[in-house]
């Protein structure tokens, strides 16, 4: 018997949250390899089963047994465990010193979880640096299967020298992956070669054009994208107001087709119709403020249009100007590696 306080199941959270947390210790914004994925399993309860202790539920504070139990996670971060909880005064207890909100961001803000994750971030940078080459001397004639099962037995290799992490979590991350595109990708390198383009077309099943246009035309791709948020920000102020007046009393009421919409002829027919009236400036205003809209939104879509198709006309011919040693660039770094550094 572990304790002589009873354990009920409970659906109170009064002290759960913080050591919850701790179990699961995930970072926000990093890959796998430098998130870790940490999963710890309580010992005393069934599956599915959460206990909690009933003097914790009456009386506040987290039983040192629970926080025992993450005895492993200590071991790499035994600063954080003070980081995190003080004694109560009450044998056996202590107290959360952040707010359940807070627990992760202290926990990522620690300097002994900083250096972990640069650790594990250091394991994974040293499978990419050692299996790079690997990827790309992949030739025509090899054995993808081949390939695979080296690539995996090594991750798998790498990461059991991670503390706390699985190394068959980041070993299935590949698998997916491979399942997903590289399995493919990796046939058709050993059937045709290393092409940019097959068949007279560019051959954007291995290399999607978006990793080009990342390269090579990343001006390019920011000026479009000034152009989109230039003209979404037109259709936002038509649909702002629209919504302010375009009800059943509102002043772009009569603009209105049959079908409700608001177009360009239909608020010039009503400018029409009300130009003479002496009590419509309001809605002559509104009118004209949204035909300018309209006017503007054309021409922005004008210019989105323009410059897109003449950025598609360069990544096309980009295609057929691409050396082998650019093509394995594009595939292994910006698409393979690139993808298994954010899903690893």
Known sequence: MRSSHPRVPSTSTRYRSTSATVTRLRSPTRSTASRPR????????GAGEDLQDIEAHLKGGIPDRDIDDLVRY???????????????????????LAAAAAVKAAIFGHAEFAAFTRTVDGLFAAWRRDNAPLLRGVARGDHPKRLIDALSERLLETFRAAPLLDPYDVYQRLMDYWAEAMQDDMYQIAQEGWQAVLDGKPNADLIPSPLLVARYFAAEATALAALEAARDAVTRRMEELAEEHGGEDGLLADARTDKGKLTARGVKDRLRDIMAGADAQDER?????????IDQEAACNKKVKDVQKALDARVAAQYAR????????????DKWLARLTADV
């Open 285 to 293: 205003a509104v009118l004209c403020d949204y035909l300018a809209l």
């Open 74 to 96: 200590w071991q790499v971060l035994p600063g954080l465990r003070s980081a995190l909880f003080a004694p109560t005064g009450r044998a056996g207890y202590s107290q959360p």
């Open 38 to 45: 940490i999963t710890a399993l309580r010992t005393d309860g």
């Open 322 to 333: 691409l050396s082998e040693a650019e093509v394995k660039v594009l595939v292994v770094n």
